[in-house]
């Protein structure tokens, strides 16, 4: 059986005595190495893989680029040759994981091509910006970013230690590859909040009791991107969307925003979903001192000393309704929209801090005034989201319409 092997993508050109180092930590383990070089001019060694490869997957001759010595357009021109090379490597068997590291421009060149990898691959960056904040490099990925603490920059008592830690890691991340096949069950993508838990875990408990997987994302932003990228990548059988809080912070700044995509997966593919409104009566923020000026005289619910929440209003839910309606008015398969009449959140509940009956209203009714897609159905209850009959109700429609369709992967 051949041994595994680490890819090893890096600046052979400007860091070769970094990333020679890196190889021989990973090759100690008595794995294999694959390298790639993304430097814009000649290597220090021979790579497996050439920038002038990489250059030629994004249609561009590096040439020219290297005799003009500019570094901006070949930066480039390798970012987006390796976004399309790096899954054809990885398609071929040529590498069973993947390691970087450099800063910002570094980071920025070789992160796209690694979240263009499945879910599962191990991907390890060491970045001089793993310590702030990454969510532009990983985005709905699983890269590990590994903070280097001093740069990218030779080798020294500090670097020698950062590097081993790190080759290591990605080492023992690829020797013990699990083999279990990934998405074996028919799965499910099921969207949560803390102010919803109680509706999402009963849904769960339903349908994994008829033989689905489901997996929960928590509506941070993050959580929704991930969810959606994995329903575009086909790894999805069905959705149970109760929680689209996302949009709120999306439209109106808070802290949590799942992108201008988000509703948008589901809706094209045709995959099965039922959809709901859950936690739309709140914007999220960080500590009180973070809120801006604009929204000092609001209703505020302090839910811990670092997340404030923000009670919607009337014409912020008339915004989120004709937003949510655009979305589902894509939908190129038969989905629901269920309505809890009686709250949206655990806050959003006949004696808690958030109810507002007339202002959720707004909502609803802008939503059934805009949304014209006839393979959209609206289901109105009796319900606050959070009460077991409606979550009883969702996981059921969900059921049935997987089961009309027969969208299994």
């Known amino acids: 059986m051949n041994k595994r092997t680490v890819a090893i993508a890096g600046t052979f050109d400007s860091k070769s005595e970094e990333f020679l180092f890196i190889k021989e930590q990973i090759e100690k383990t008595g794995l294999n190495t694959f390298l790639i070089h993304t430097g814009i001019f000649s290597p220090a060694f021979e790579p497996d893989i050439t920038n002038q490869q990489i250059a030629q997957a994004a249609g561009t001759d590096l040439t020219e680029i290297a005799a003009n010595r500019d570094r901006a357009q070949g930066t480039k021109a390798i970012a987006q040759g390796l976004e399309v090379l790096l899954p054809q490597l990885y398609s071929e068997g040529k590498f069973d994981g993947i390691i970087s590291a450099g800063g910002s421009g570094g980071t920025s060149m070789v992160a796209p091509s690694m979240r263009a990898l ?87 408990r339903l349908l994994e009791e008829q033989g689905y997987e489901v997996l929960v994302f928590h509506a941070t932003g993050a959580g929704g991107k991930s969810m959606e990228k994995l329903i575009t990548d086909g790894h999805i059988a069905g959705v149970l969307d109760l929680t689209t809080t996302e949009w709120c912070d999306e439209l109106f700044g808070g802290n949590m925003p799942g992108g201008e995509h988000r509703l948008e997966a589901a809706a094209i593919t045709g995959i099965p979903q039922v959809i709901s409104l859950g936690a739309l009566d709140m914007v999220n923020f960080g500590a009180v001192d973070t809120i801006p000026e604009k929204y000092q005289d609001r209703l505020f619910y302090q839910h811990n000393p670092m997340v404030t929440l923000m009670r919607t209003t009337a014409e ?21 929209l269920m309505l809890p009449l009686k709250g949206l959140s655990s806050l959003d509940s006949k004696g808690h801090e958030f109810y507002a009956p007339t202002i959720d209203q707004v909502l609803f009714d802008t939503l059934t005034a805009n949304i014209n897609n006839p393979l959209v159905e609206i289901i109105s209850l009796n319900y606050t989201i959070n009460d077991p009959q409606f979550a009883t109700a969702a996981a059921e429609n969900l059921t049935q319409l997987m089961n009309t369709q027969n969208h299994y992967l």
């Open 118 to 204: 499945p879910i599962g691959v191990p991907k390890l960056i060491i970045s001089t910006v793993a310590a702030g904040d990454v969510s532009g490099y990983v985005g709905s990925s699983d890269i590990f970013m590994y903070p280097s603490i001093v740069d990218v920059a030779g080798l020294n008592s500090i670097s020698k230690k950062i590097f081993t830690n790190a080759a290591n890691a990605i080492s023992g991340m690829v020797i013990n590859l699990s083999t279990e096949q990934v998405f074996e069950k028919k799965v499910i993508a099921a969207s949560m909040f803390g102010v919803t838990t109680p509706s999402v875990e009963v849904g769960r």
């Open 316 to 336: 912020e839910n008339k915004k989120l309704g004709e937003k949510i309606a655009e979305k589902l008015n894509q939908v190129t398969s038969k989905s629901i």
